[in-house]
């Protein structure tokens, strides 16, 4: 695999390797934070000096289905020893699913001092580096309370609707079982709650991973071009909306575009096939 420097990629700068990591492990303006899916994964072993940020507790609203407000945001980057110059360094297993999702919550507080590691958990255990149970204690910081502004990366159901109405393209990421409705959930993963099965009318499905490789890491620009531009006909010009089951999916999708790909007209609608296959008088399509 060439370097990331050498993928054609429009900002390499939002990615690292795992050899940079590793050389910056006692950088004080960076900070490692591990998120996962499975919060009994951190626990078992990390990176050394990796903190955890769980995205059910320390990202989401614990009653209202939305993110953190800008109080507990601050709370959060101060617990975990960030400033506004710090540069936060993301992830996590399910080749960086989780990973990606932080990454756009922190870009809605404005923090984008941020990037991903290539790979993720598993490109650095399959490197057999070094992991760690000990949890590093971390000096608080001061972090000012931030504006959240959702309009840039972040669209919602009746957007959705405009969308669609509008006949601009929407990404489903989706597994095509999902897409096509025979599902109601992931493969092997329960039912979340949807309703009703299928897509979003006019979606295209574009699986998230078909922009990974086996080992986690990111296609060259130019194997995601071939797929998202050539194969799919999306224009980089475009209003594109990109939508899983919650968002983590799409998140990984919406890096891929907006970061490797450069377009700049990308949004993440996170209510996802949560809130649309639960939504009265919606369109759906199988």
């Known amino acids: 695999m060439p370097a990331i420097e050498e993928r054609g990629y429009a900002r390499p700068d939002a990615l690292v390797s795992t050899d940079w990591v590793a050389a ?40 209202r289905r939305d993110y953190v407000d800008s109080e507990a945001f601050t709370a959060l ?12 360094v993301f992830y996590g297993d399910k080749s960086n699913w989780w990973a990606a999702y932080a990454y756009w919550v922190f870009h809605l507080f404005g923090h984008t001092r941020a990037k991903l590691m290539d ?44 969308q669609v109405d509008a006949a601009r393209p929407l990404v489903d990421v989706r ?43 990111f296609k060259t620009a130019g194997e995601l071009r071939a797929i998202y531009t050539d194969e799919q006909g999306l224009d980089p010009v475009d209003e594109i909306v990109v939508y899983c089951r919650i968002g983590e999916r799409s998140s990984h999708t919406w890096f891929v575009l907006t970061r490797l790909l450069g377009w700049e007209k990308v949004r993440n609608y996170d209510g996802s096939w949560t809130e649309w296959g639960n939504a009265v008088g919606v369109p759906v399509e199988k």
């Open 119 to 162: 790979g993720g958990r598993l490109k650095w255990e399959q490197e057999g580096r070094e992991l760690t149970r000990e949890v590093p204690e971390i000096a608080p910081t001061d972090y000012p309370p931030p504006a959240r502004n959702d309009a840039p990366i972040r669209v919602f159901r009746d957007e959705v609707l405009e």
């Open 175 to 217: 597994s095509p079982g999902e897409y096509s409705g025979e599902l109601l959930h992931m493969p092997d993963y329960p039912n979340e709650g949807a309703l009703r099965g299928g897509h979003i009318p006019g979606a295209k499905n574009i699986p998230w991973a078909r922009a990974a490789n086996d080992d986690g890491t």
């Open 24 to 63: 910056h492990l006692d950088d004080p303006s960076i900070r490692l934070v591990e998120s996962n899916e499975d919060p009994l994964v951190y626990p078992s072993g990390h990176i050394p000096g990796a903190v955890e940020v769980d995205w059910t507790r320390d990202l989401n609203d614990p009653i």
């Open 77 to 88: 980057a101060e617990r975990i020893g960030l400033t506004p110059e710090t540069t936060v």
